[in-house]
């Protein structure tokens, strides 16, 4: 169908969403508008998709119980760094001490492993899992402590958590739990807190994008995007590949669609009346009995083929070539247009766009939100090594979230 978009596998003119990488949205008065807009829904295979790392693509979980997270909530920024190397050590002795209580060299310190006279010093295995995993362990707790404290956890946030679940457990079925274990997560507890932090994210990610948005650019989006609503109705000559068939009988049904929409033109030509058609041959159920008609919508509403037929019509006209989209062949007719609303009235939906906009076209966004909130909570990293290693991490951040804007622009 043609209508708004919704989460939905029957035909509509509305957007594809492609399935990415799992990420909760923010669960706010615009999501459950988003919720509203229809995309076919894809199967995800088992072992394939990976779910997003909680803040940035580089920083890999780091996961903890409930009374450690109180702990954390209380510390300061400079402690949760310093702690944050003595918790991954503390963590891994524990993973690779076998049933052995640690003794002491001659010099008084620890000892975790020990085989055929050989040591490792807990100060041994601590600097060398500095080396290896510092930085991100120790970043990925900073921006655990920072979110929680920007963002508070929603019963919206819980509840789009618990249905996200859901939805896995119904996409996977018998290979859930391989899911789980492909991502590293152990039960849905974790997988829930995960979406969570995801959601917190989101949000740091969009008031990040909000709060850098200039007067000109959004002017300039006002002056060459923002346009009335229109009102259209439409006849639907739908057809379905049947992967039974050829590829030249696949097309031969594509074809057949085609020609039944433009017969249908041609009668609308000779007078006929497109409500009257609609109701007898569109395949758009949720529309046909209403003469075709969709009601009032506007840009990103539809998807673009559609939006850009209907948006180049006159009011009562109607397409004489039908309109291919991904759900068939439309006839479409526009039969009102609103007003252009004034730049004061379409400042919200102005923010709205241009956030989704740059979310989309930006890969990097996300980190560049999470290095401004770093430094807004003046982080101050002690360690000379895991001070480096990020120095570097947001020279790479910067230069990658740099490129991808100005290759963007320039398509």
Known sequence: MAEKK?????????????????????????????????????KV????????DTYEAKLKENKKGSKFQKWLNNLTLEQIVISGFIVLAILLIILICVATKNTKTTSGKDIVVSINGKTITADELYKELKSQNGESVAINMVDEYILNKKYKTTDEMKQAAKSTVESYKNTYGDGYQSFLEYNGIKNDAELKDLLIKNSKLTLATEDYIKDNLTEKEMKKYYDEKIVGDIEAKHILISYEEDENLTDEENEAK???????????????????????????????EASKEKGGDLGYFNTGDMVEAFETAAYNLDVNEYTTEPVETEYGYHIIMKTAQKDKPSYNKSKTT?????????????????????IALRK???????????????????KNATTTTTTTTTSQASE
């Open 350 to 370: 102005i923010k709205e766009k241009l956030i989704e906009e740059k979310k989309e076209q930006d890969s990097t966004v996300s980190a560049k939100a999470m």
């Open 6 to 42: 919704t989460n939905s596998k029957t035909k509509t003119t509305t957007k594809k969403a492609s399935t990415k990488k799992v990420e909760t949205k923010k669960t706010t008065t615009k999501e459950t508008k988003n919720a509203n807009k229809k995309a076919p829904s894809k």
């Open 45 to 52: 295979e088992v072992k394939k998709d990976k779910v997003v």
């Open 376 to 394: 807004k909570y003046k982080i101050n990293i002690k360690d000379k090594t895991i001070k480096s290693d990020y120095n570097a991490y947001i």
């Open 254 to 284: 594509k074809e057949e669609a085609k020609k039944k929409a433009e017969k249908l033109i041609e009668r609308l030509k000779n007078g006929e009346d497109f409500s009257t058609l609609a109701k007898e041959y569109s395949d758009d």
